[in-house]
């Protein structure tokens, strides 16, 4: 299964998704940003690639929707609602992601 984890800049939350969720079996996971800057930009081959979408914030599913439309067909596109109050891989983080992300699919 294929999880890609969006924030703004790809510095903080979505590598912290990217982290944990690859050390998973079964999973590959990548994280991306909605900003020009983010270390990896979103990208319409990461939003083909993924199986679900996590992102963090409703900013960002909407800025994803509006970019994306036509490639998000068939995709499941999940707001966690985690604000960008936490640094990269912050245990607080961590357990959040964990939390919210097993709503959605199955951690072996």
């Known amino acids: 299964m294929n999880l890609l ?4 800049e790809n510095r903080l939350r979505s590598p912290t998704g990217e982290e944990v969720f690859s050390k998973y079996e079964g999973i590959n996971a990548i994280g991306a940003g909605t900003n020009n800057d983010a270390e990896t930009p ?8 993924a199986d679900i979408i ?3 914030e409703k900013s960002h599913k909407n800025k ?10 068939g995709k499941k ?6 604000p960008d109050n936490y640094e990269r891989m912050d245990p607080v983080l961590v357990r959040l992601l964990e939390n919210k992300v097993s709503r959605h699919i199955r951690l072996r």
């Not at 984890?5 to 703004?8: D, G």
């Not at 979103?42 to 690639?49: A, K, N, Q, R, V």
């Open 5 to 8: 984890f969006v924030c703004s």
């Open 42 to 49: 979103i990208s319409g081959d990461l939003i083909e690639w």
């Open 54 to 56: 996590f992102v963090m």
């Open 64 to 73: 994803i929707a509006r970019i994306f439309k036509a490639l998000l067909k």
């Open 77 to 82: 596109l999940v707001c966690l609602d985690i």
